[in-house]
């Protein structure tokens, strides 16, 4: 799985680009704020239709222009593809793979994969739950299209659910409304949980052996799925999981008329990491908690591998420099195989790297 070539348009910084990549290794390096995260964006919104750092789609769009296009060939499944999303300022966005008209995100599952590893993802163990379920949601989308059209669906219940909860009090006709989104949330949400629950299990058979590799057998990494606590196994089909999400809801109820927010469903979920049996949020040190948070995203690669029969790209936005030596060589060494997209500034450039492409980047124009 390689991303041959790319084009850009009026996408971040980039008026225009047009660029060639090697299927091993490409090499961005350039000082800072000259476009090297905005390049792995756009490949990675290829994938899976979402960016990690921006909310909105018109937040990629170049300042004063209407609409941004990213184009890319990609050959995956033994086959070539042509994926373009354009992002129109105030009219959404349009998708299509060979030119045919995609109806939602989920239809690029499988087509690119990638996994992203940027600085703020090693902080990945010490932040909130809300950090974990995006690692969890990126990747699971990028496997499942019906997953990704659950968690599009189940976002916009919530912001449904919560606009009800916010103005009853003023509005009381709206609560005539409350609880069937609170079944639709719970039917959706049963399908989320399900999902998350099958990925962390195979998260458990890859990232703790990477983990222990990692630190020379010392320490042993845990992983544990945390959600709506009157399910006694998530593992299970999504119609056994409703019963007991919907009880979940029913006694939470009257607390959530009260706080006038969503209290019941998988948006509060979380992805529990212990390191010796102690929690590693509480208790590891950065060293421990990097250590995991690499563990994770090496973990991901490995499973899309396994499921796919592909390596997916790997994007490494500016994470190296953020990495002792000891650290950075088992990453290098790690991730043989597969298209790799690493990026650095101009005085770092990596040395020992074998084979492919080096690209200097300036205010947004690429030189090979």
């Known amino acids: ?7 850009l348009e009026n996408f971040r910084n980039y008026a225009e680009l047009e660029v060639h990549f090697d299927p091993r290794v490409n090499l961005i390096y350039g000082d800072n704020a000259q476009g090297k995260t905005n390049l792995l964006e756009a490949i990675a919104y290829l994938s899976a239709a979402r960016s990690h750092r921006a909310r909105y789609d018109r ?9 941004a296009r990213i184009l890319g060939t990609v050959s995956s499944r033994g086959r070539q593809f042509r994926l373009e999303a354009r992002l129109l300022r105030g009219q959404g966005r349009q998708l299509k793979s060979n030119g045919v008209r995609l109806k939602t995100a989920g239809e690029l599952a499988g087509i690119l994969n990638t996994v992203l590893f940027c600085p703020e993802d090693l902080q990945l163990i010490r932040e909130g739950a809300a ?5 969890l949601d990126g990747a699971i989308c990028q ?26 009090p003023d509005n009381p006709s709206l609560l005539q409304t409350l609880d069937d989104f609170s079944l639709r949330m719970a039917q959706t949400g049963a399908l989320l949980i399900h999902y998350r629950a099958h ?3 195979r998260l458990r058979a890859s990232a703790p052996a990477i983990h222990a590799d990692f630190s020379g057998g010392r320490e042993t990494l845990g992983l544990d799925y945390t959600t709506v606590s009157t399910l006694d ?37 979380d992805l529990a990491v212990s390191i010796n049996g102690q929690s590693a949020k509480i208790y590891g040190s950065q060293g ?11 973990a991901q690669r490995e499973i899309f591998q396994e499921e796919t029969g592909e390596w997916p790209v790997l994007l490494l936005d500016d994470v190296l420099s953020e990495l002792d030596a000891r650290r950075q060589a088992f990453v290098l060494n790690r991730i043989r195989g597969g298209q790799v997209f690493i990026t650095c500034c101009e005085e770092e450039k990596l040395e020992g790297l074998e084979g492919g492409k080096a690209f200097h980047i300036q205010n947004g124009r690429l030189m090979e």
């Not at 799985?1 to 084009?7: D, H, S």
């Not at 937040?59 to 609409?67: D, G, H, P, T, V």
């Not at 019963?243 to 469903?265: I, K, M, V, Y």
Request: hydrophobic share 40%; aromatic share 6%; charged share 30%.
């Open 1 to 7: 799985m390689n991303i041959l070539a790319l084009a």
């Open 59 to 67: 937040e990629m769009i170049r300042l004063e222009s209407a609409a």
């Open 131 to 135: 950090a974990r379920r995006r690692f």
């Open 143 to 168: 496997l499942r299209p019906r997953y990704a059209q659950a968690l599009a669906e189940y976002g916009r219940l919530y912001e449904h659910k919560t606009r009800i909860l916010r103005d009853w």
């Open 199 to 201: 990925f962390v299990k």
């Open 233 to 269: 196994d998530p593992l299970e089909p999504p119609q056994k999981l409703l019963p007991p999400l919907l009880e979940h809801q029913r006694t939470h109820r009257q607390a959530e008329l009260d706080a006038r927010q969503c209290l019941s469903g998988p948006h509060k979920d």
């Open 288 to 298: 421990q908690t990097r250590t995991a948070a690499l563990s994770l995203k090496l």
